[in-house]
């Protein structure tokens, strides 16, 4: 009995313990609160062990107070460490040249490489590059100093080893858990794109065999009864309009499910071969014709937006510029602006191929699936038929939490 209540015990504490650290993760600002109470008591705990002036030779100031008040200020920056790292980063720098001024302390010296960790863990990409130049910048700067100024100086040399080594041990642990993040994220995302290929391909199956089948001889079935009834002269008019109209309707149920299939099996093309730059775009006109450009250089307005999402919305834009060489005639204009992408052509003749639709139905739902749409329109009062791309609004990363 002891044993079971023990085991039992211990399973709640198991249980509220998963979603105490499940809440957490759900409310980011007070996770970091925690660790920000948990900094500053192991920083106390430092300064009463004698864990400060480590470079008194450099100390400026000999106020031991101070020491206290920054681990303060910079265990309050702690709390936004997740949410805004890049500010947390630069604002606690500063407090840690202070804390250096007055001759360094463990305290806010561990809590400067955890920021530098939050920047690289929790920063957008374009951060991150711009973090790393910055590092870089500062190193090249440090040693230069080092060479000329503080020649021969030994306790420059040791004050600048130890801030070389926070800065690369928070950089390089952010780094090695923000590439994990992305790696299983990418393994994922192609896991989620199999899965889904596989469904879509079972439910075009099922479609065709279960339902397009049944309607056509539904249809089949009507029509025959129609013209028998027709042929006998048995079949009152009210009965042979409700059979004609049952047939018309049988027929484009069976089009458009026809069509919905057609969608299903066609969107993996899609996905699967996108363009790999603007320029080849031009290869999709034959030489009698152009493409037109006009607005943003579109290769810069997708380098914002994910590597997926580019590579959808550049082969959407593909399909777009094919069914206007196919469906229209003379040059085709593509306008880009900073939340769209314009294809528009003028409208061919009677001799122009007939399209399906199917392309495009398909190039919306892979839009659909990053936030984007498609819609497609003749303008009014002229011969000119534009489709237009609304892109994604692009993901900041930087607001993201692993």
């Known amino acids: 009995m002891l044993a079971r209540k023990v085991r039992q015990d211990w399973v709640m ?12 993760n759900e409310r980011p600002r007070s996770r970091d609160a925690l660790g920000a109470i948990a900094y500053l008591l192991t920083g106390v705990a430092l300064l009463q062990f004698g864990g400060y002036r480590l470079w008194a030779d450099v100390a400026l100031i000999d106020e031991p107070a101070a020491f206290l008040v920054l681990l303060g200020a910079m265990s309050l920056l702690a709390v936004w460490r997740s949410t805004r790292p890049f500010l947390v980063l630069l604002l606690g720098t500063g407090l840690a040249v202070c804390d250096l001024l007055l001759g360094s302390s463990f305290g806010v010296i561990l809590l400067l490489g955890d920021f530098v960790y939050c920047a690289f863990r929790y920063g957008g990409d374009r951060g991150v590059r711009a973090l790393l130049w910055g590092i870089l910048a500062l190193t090249v700067v440090a040693v230069l100093t080092l060479v000329v100024w503080f020649r021969g100086s030994g306790v420059a040399a040791a004050v600048s080893l130890q801030w070389a080594l926070t800065v690369m041990i928070g950089g390089l642990w952010g780094w090695n858990v923000r590439s994990e993040r992305v790696s299983t994220r ?27 089948n049944h309607i056509a001889v539904a249809g089949l079935h009507i029509e025959a009864a129609r013209l028998r009834g027709a042929r006998e002269e048995r079949l009152p008019g009210a009965a042979a309009q409700s059979l004609e109209k049952a ?15 057609a969608v299903l099996t066609t969107i993996d093309g899609l996905e699967q071969h996108p363009l790999s730059t603007d320029g080849s775009l031009d290869d999709l006109l034959p030489d009698d014709r152009s493409l037109l450009r006009r607005g943003h250089d579109l290769t810069d307005i997708l380098a914002a ?9 550049r082969r959407v834009v593909s399909e777009l510029i094919t069914n206007a060489v196919k469906h229209g005639e003379g040059d085709v204009l593509l306008d880009v602006d900073d939340d769209a992408v314009r294809v528009s052509n003028v409208i061919a003749g009677t001799s122009a191929v007939p399209g399906t639709g199917i392309g495009t139905a398909g190039a919306a739902l892979l839009l659909e699936d990053i936030g984007g749409s498609l819609s497609a329109e003749r303008l009014a009062g002229t011969d000119r038929w534009r489709a237009t791309v609304t892109l994604p609004q692009v993901f900041v990363e930087g607001v993201r939490h692993a």
């Open 247 to 261: 047939t018309q309707g049988t027929d484009e149920a069976h089009r458009r499910l026809r069509q919905l299939i």
């Open 186 to 212: 990418t393994a994922m995302a192609l896991r989620h794109a199999q899965e889904t290929e596989r469904l879509r391909r079972r439910i075009a199956h099922d479609l065709h065999d279960h339902v397009a």
């Open 305 to 313: 937006q994910s590597a997926s999402g580019a590579a959808i919305i």
């Open 13 to 24: 504490i198991e249980r509220r313990m998963r979603s105490i650290l499940r809440q957490l």
